[in-house]
């Protein structure tokens, strides 16, 4: 078996821009893409916030056009989950299928996957309506009336943004007490345009005829009454989680599930080995931080490659 000199899990925008830099400094990588290749970007349409398109980009394009550019340089994609990974022995052996690969570096860029309502109708209105990302979508709000699902720190903070488009945001929460900080809390409270709908949980989304996102089925989960509300949009937000499943004995992960990259950079507990994009940030989330992160992880790794595993 070749000892590959790094592997990249994961092809976001984090993994591919890693990739893109791990290949110019020629070191042939391998990118192991999952089975949704291009990440939470190809759940989007427009992306108008990534530096570079005055116009805007619809998010597939944006992540074919960084497959492209990472393949030119020589990287090789392979849509294929991981399925276990033995960091104990060195070089580290990835378990691919019925295939084993070793390598003398990992770039985790694995992402995190926003936590779904597994309900009626979510699947097909996800972008016709719904969405579980404010910052990407909340421009295309202006001036409707929106739903916020979430009682947590990310809900208050989605709806928060969302007040800079829409004319009204309401909160719709399953309990009567909200689990987001007090801080949090407070300024969802005191900003006019906020309203909440406490002791509710969506049962269904509703669409249109022409198969947009019409309304949202709400259970009272005080008195078990159903009812319908109208809704221009609906974000739900209530929480998400990084995709560490095969990492999470082997590699430090923080009380959220996020993996620890230490001295600011993308270095993880185990040597040769580094996280970039969602699976390591819960704060900012963004498709160019995800990049700027991949970037600093390839030149953790080719760094680390020049140095060799030291003791
Ligand atoms: P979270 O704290 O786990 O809150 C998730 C919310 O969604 C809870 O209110 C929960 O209801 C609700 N929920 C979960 N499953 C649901 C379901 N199936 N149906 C209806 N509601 C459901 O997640 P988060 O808000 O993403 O925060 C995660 C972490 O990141 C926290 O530590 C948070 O403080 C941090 N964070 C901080 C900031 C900030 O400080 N600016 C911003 C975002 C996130 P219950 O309350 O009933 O369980």
Redesign the pocket.
Known sequence: MENKKIIIIGSGPAGLTAAIYAARANLSPIVFEGFQAGGQLTMTTDVENFPGFPEGVQGPQLMDMLREQAKRFGAECIMKNVDSIDFDNYPYTLQVGKQYYKTFSVIIATGASA?L??IEGEENLMGRGLSTCATCDGFFYKDKQIHV?????????EAIFLTKFASKVTI????S?????K??EDRARSNPKIEFMFNY??IKFLSSSSGVLDGIELKNNQDSTIKNVKSDGVFV????NPNTEIFKDSVEIDT?GYINTFNKSSKTSVKGVFACGDVQD??YRQAITAAGSGCMAAIDAERFLEEGLTE
């Not at 719709?172 to 309990?175: E, G, I, K, Q």
């Not at 937000?237 to 998400?240: K, L, R, T, V």
């Open positions: 936590k309502l597994d699902i979430g009682g947590g720190d990310s809900a208050m903070e719709v929460h399953r309990r007490k909200l689990r987001a900080s801080i949090m949980s969506p937000a209530i929480g998400h959220n819960s704060v």
